[in-house]
């Protein structure tokens, strides 16, 4: 996370991350980098993966990732507590990719988020891998598009 938070009960579900302070339009939040906030996977290694760990804790981990080009992504910091929302806060940045703006991965506010908020997401933005709605579906997981598309 490259802001300051706190984890606390959300009105959204479970927990959430508030923001500490204040942020401005297009600040970086969270910073997509491969090893270290993140684990990324193929159908295999998160086969692999899912052996490795007990039935309950299998279900919290396929809730706590995301879809995107075709892989699984384990996120591995407190940023797997992001809640969803249809009208989110934070997103791709507000002014797209390149010069200085955003990496195409990585979380931005959208808009000015004061202190004490929540920051959300929008699941259903997320991609569907056909496989990874499967393994979700054997375990009795939800996937982050499901919830995303069930809760306008």
Same mark, same amino acid.
């Not at 193929?42 to 080009?69: F, N, T």
């Not at 940023?79 to 955003?102: C, I, Q, R, V, Y």
């Given at each position: 996370?490259?802001?300051?938070?706190?984890? @606390? $009960?959300? +009105?959204?579900?479970?927990?959430?991350?508030?923001?500490? @302070?204040?942020?401005?339009?297009?600040?970086?939040?969270? @910073? =997509?980098?491969?090893? /270290? %906030?993140?684990?990324?996977?193929?159908?295999?290694?998160?086969?692999a993966r899912i052996k490795?760990?007990? $039935?309950?804790?299998?279900? #919290?981990?396929?809730?706590?990732?995301?879809? *995107?080009?075709?892989?699984?992504?384990?996120?591995?910091? #407190?940023a797997k507590l992001w809640?969803?929302?249809?009208?989110?806060?934070?997103? #791709?940045? +507000?002014?797209?990719?390149?010069?200085? &703006?955003?990496?195409?991965?990585? %979380? =931005? &506010?959208?808009?000015?988020?004061?202190?004490?908020? /929540?920051?959300?997401?929008? =699941?259903?933005?997320?991609? &569907?891998?056909? *496989?990874?709605?499967?393994?979700?579906?054997?375990?009795?997981?939800?996937?982050?598009?499901?919830?995303?598309?069930?809760? @306008?």
């Amino acid at each position: 996370m490259q802001v300051e938070y706190e984890v @606390k $009960p959300s +009105p959204i579900a479970g927990v959430g991350l508030f923001l500490a @302070k204040p942020v401005a339009r297009g600040a970086l939040l969270w @910073k =997509y980098a491969p090893g /270290e %906030s993140v684990r990324e996977h193929d159908e295999a290694s998160l086969r692999a993966r899912i052996k490795e760990l007990a $039935p309950d804790a299998v279900q #919290d981990l396929l809730e706590h990732v995301y879809c *995107w080009l075709g892989q699984v992504i384990e996120i591995l910091d #407190d940023a797997k507590l992001w809640n969803h929302s249809k009208s989110p806060n934070t997103g #791709d940045h +507000p002014d797209g990719e390149g010069d200085g &703006a955003g990496d195409g991965v990585s %979380s =931005y &506010a959208l808009r000015d988020i004061a202190a004490g908020e /929540e920051l959300t997401d929008d =699941y259903s933005l997320h991609h &569907a891998l056909p *496989w990874f709605e499967q393994i979700c579906k054997d375990v009795g997981a939800e996937s982050c598009i499901a919830v995303g598309n069930s809760y @306008k």
